[in-house]
DNA sequence: CCGGATATACTCACTTCGAGTATAAAAGGA
DNA sequence: TCCTTTTATACTCGAAGTGAGTATATCCGG
């Protein structure tokens, strides 16, 4: 069995969230996602990135799983050696320095993505999205069909309703029809900030995936603090998800869960009435699948 | 930027179902998965798969998504070259060659993984894998309670419930308690066919990753027949979760989701009432999530 | 033409979920 | 002091979904 031969790097998507607002661990002053060459030095591909964000941010790293390989990248390495193969990862990190400050460049998630935010109802650019995204599907009549579809069910329209998973989707979409530039070369308008090589969309990757996660793992406290209020939590999977959510529901929703419970205390630095603190259940919890089966059983 | 050296590989868990049986592609008579190098020509990992699919099997390749990226294997490239980066994919083929005639070998799930199996109520096999299991568990007092909760979890012991997404953490468990073995060297006893380096492991990624998604994704249909009936669907699915499910509620399951139609026709190849025939909505129905938000939303 | 086998259709109680309303407890200004 | 604002917390109700069981239809073979 012969092997063929590759460069191999290790390409991390870490995210935080403070002040309501997620952000994404960037260098190059937000060009770029961090990244770095797989060492023969690292037992696996999972303990060696996690020994380097410890080393790069000083935050450990909570959560870490792996996103995607990529290797059909335009820019494959010139030399005769091979091409590169990218591993990339998705972590969570506990935020605590102020956004801006420190080594690490922390960007909101928003600036590269503005139109995956809807906590504000849709945003304006939508609308400027949509508009150029018809303007493509009426550009090739032999496709017309399919793009429709694509578009309505990726993008709310057409009786579909908005999805805050589907960001890949709407993504390539909008890359397939050149609305947003790779590499900084700006043609005429493209939307949202761009990065190095395809690091906007290993970043798309890791946004969809964490959006699709939050639903049926507990995995957003790994971004919260060691005591929080339920508002608190609320607006942290708002930010996660760019929507807003129903109040009473949402309390409903994570007591019935039972993975968190009182400290005892309160905190009354919210202007209102004291907010009761919770903490997460970590030890019973460690392993436990949110997800109830969907397949209807029968007995026996 | 430095890029590191590594050998490149591309493993593949072809699934199919025939009679009611879920099988794997395999070489070297059912020893090991189908793999090859990550060849210089190809366009894409994905695009090279396939391709290579096509020329070894002739069946062609209906769905594929790429299931893990490992290199932490024991067996390492033992040159001065690198080591071994292992991408993984999982594919769906619509089987129709009689099973284990032809030139690729199709061997049953089951084979590797009898405990997976509860079609026909928990298999006996069981009792003895939980028994050894317990064994492990009170082996270590330090980690005693941790290794309870997991095993509980993971085998639906003490309260919990069987949820048959968890074949992979079955399988870790069973590795981490010395019950399985990889390369071929019998201990004592162990459970279950093995296969060549950490392939078994893989091919528990692949049935997990497949038992998850025909939850929410509708994938069954790649392996299905043009037209079929809904009792041989309902099969399909059991067979592929290894579980019974309830008739009608599985027929309202499928009716409510409108992703399939009636052709007409009708067999009565069963024995009894003869059953009308189905099609997969194929054009319709290309992007469509079944998963509803599950975060409770609210208006504007 | 009757029983066995399979397919298909309908019912019903119970739980979950979307959506809205009501009460509680702080802060701050009139 | 008390009233308004603000945030937190608690309760209600109908619609929809789900688990589980029962009833009817249509074939085959004796």
Redesign the pocket.
Known sequence: MTIGLAHAELIAVLSAVTGDEPRVMTVRSGDALPSGPFELGHRSLQAGLREWVRDQTGHPLGYLEQLYTFADRDRTHEDAEGRTISISYLGLVREQAAPGAGKPGWHGWYEYFPWEDHRRGGPDILADITGRLEGWIASEPARREHRQRRVDFAFGLGGAVWNEDLGLQRYELMYEAGLVTEAGCPPAKSFGRSMFADHRRILATGIARLRAKIKYRPVVFELMPESF????LQRTVEALAGLTL????F???I??QELIEETGE?T?E???????LFRYRHAVLEERALS????????N
Chains 1, 2 share one sequence.
Do not use: I, M, V, Y
């Open positions: 209020t339920l508002s608190q129903h109040k009473p529901n309390r409903r929703l007591d019935q309160a009354s919210t202007g209102g009435r004291p907010a009761k109830g089966s969907k397949l209807p059983l029968s007995r």
